[in-house]
């Protein structure tokens, strides 16, 4: 799914017009990446939690010659999902 697709989902389900559906996710996705890049956890009840690590640096591999290298530390964006959207994706069919 893309934003423009979540824009038209918005769409169809409120009456915005394309515009305003797309402006509408835009801002909701902005919000959401301002909070993370200041640190702050992002809650949306009923589907999940996005939250800033901390990753520690670390030595790697590199794979094809076995030379060792050291990775850096760094901060990763992780999401974790509520119980409601794990128990709904684990009893849909494959």
Known sequence: MTKA?????????NGLSKKESSDVVELILDTMKKTL???ETVKIAGFGTFLVRKKGARKGRNLQTGEEIPIEA???VTFKPSHQFKSMVESLPF
């Open 37 to 39: 890049a200041e640190g």
């Open 5 to 13: 697709d979540l824009a038209n989902e918005v769409h169809k389900e």
């Open 74 to 76: 760094r901060k990763v």
